[in-house]
């Protein structure tokens, strides 16, 4: 086999670019309007998937089977923040409809379940690939840290937990 030459990599085509996605999220529980946050995504991981490995030991040696294929099940994404910090505040109200710690209460998981999509783009921008994200809601909203010594805007930090991924 020969090497990899110039044509061979020149045929392999444009890189796909960090910035060519949208995050689009549903009418999410206690917002009505949840179109700013697409705009607002900074950054977010695609979701991922792994195949748990079965192994079998026979006669002195292991042979390994795909087994089981999981969801990582987690999703990072980053927010831009804006002065009327409405981003933290829909994400505040979503966890609190979910489970409520002063009420003691909460609600199904049909009640703050969502599906969300994660659209990646060419150049032109023609969609790509959409990503459903299934059942999907917020399980941690970070601390944000504030320093009045800096200059810079404010990030929100999100992690949620979904079921499931399929691209559609």
């Given at each position: 086999m020969a090497r990899s030459s110039l044509q061979d990599t020149l045929s392999?085509?444009?890189?796909?670019?960090?910035?060519?996605?949208?995050?689009?999220?549903?009418?999410?529980?206690?917002?009505?309007?949840?179109?700013?946050?697409?705009?607002?995504?900074?950054?977010?991981?695609?979701?991922?998937?792994?195949?748990?490995?079965?192994?079998?030991?026979?006669?002195?040696?292991?042979?390994?089977?795909?087994?089981?294929?999981?969801?990582?099940?987690?999703?990072?994404?980053?927010?831009?923040?804006?002065?009327?910090?409405?981003?933290?505040?829909?994400?505040?109200?979503?966890?609190?409809?979910a489970r409520s710690w002063r009420n003691n209460s909460g609600s199904f998981s049909t009640g703050y379940w969502v599906t969300a999509q994660a659209v990646t783009y060419d150049d032109i921008p023609t969609v790509v690939a959409t990503t459903q994200i299934n059942n999907m809601w917020p399980e941690n909203m970070q601390e944000v840290q504030l320093d009045g010594s800096q200059n810079g805007a404010v990030h929100l930090q999100v992690s949620f937990r979904y079921t499931d991924w399929q691209t559609v």
């Open positions: 392999v085509g444009d890189p796909a670019h960090i910035w060519n996605f949208d995050l689009f999220l549903p009418v999410i529980p206690g917002s009505s309007d949840t179109r700013d946050l697409t705009f607002k995504c900074q950054s977010m991981d695609l979701p991922g998937t792994q195949l748990e490995p079965v192994d079998v030991a026979l006669h002195g040696v292991q042979i390994p089977y795909a087994g089981r294929r999981m969801f990582t099940q987690t999703l990072n994404v980053t927010f831009l923040e804006t002065h009327d910090w409405s981003t933290r505040e829909k994400f505040r109200r979503w966890i609190e409809s």
